[in-house]
């Protein structure tokens, strides 16, 4: 299984050249008149680690994007496995994903997650991601 990780600074002085947003129904204006485009009933934004509350556009956070694929690499066949007759192999394996959903089937190759993580977990987070 490969995995790849993908992590994204937030930070408020990075502009872009996309037109201004219009501010929404129930959205709020801050004190330096960035928009806060999140509904003001939506739960606020909080670190995955030490759940501290996480405000947009001060630039210390980060969005952290985990890819996972099971193994890539051709697979390896042996000569008894080319001797098995292709249709029971595959009505076998049909067999062994019929109690699984679709998404439990496709978690079992490919997986993609989110998450937001303040600046000082994200530091230890980096140094040791899989600890």
């Known amino acids: 299984m490969s995995i790849r990780f993908r992590a994204i600074l937030i930070d408020a002085s990075v502009s872009c ?13 801050t004190y330096n008149g960035a928009m806060d485009l999140r509904p003001q009933d939506d739960p606020p934004l909080r670190c995955r680690r ?39 192999e595959i009505e076998r394996l049909v067999e062994a994903l019929a109690g699984l959903s679709a998404q439990e089937a496709m978690d079992q190759v490919f997986r993609r997650l989110a998450f937001l993580l303040c600046g000082p977990c994200y530091r230890r987070w980096i140094d040791n991601p899989v600890g």
């Open 17 to 29: 050249n996309r037109p201004r947003a219009t501010l929404p129904p129930g959205g709020k204006r």
């Open 50 to 88: 030490c759940r501290i509350e996480l405000t947009p556009g001060r630039g210390d956070f980060y969005v952290v994007h985990v890819e996972a694929v099971a193994d890539p690499s051709p697979p390896f066949f042996t000569d008894e496995d080319l001797a098995r007759d292709p249709r029971a």
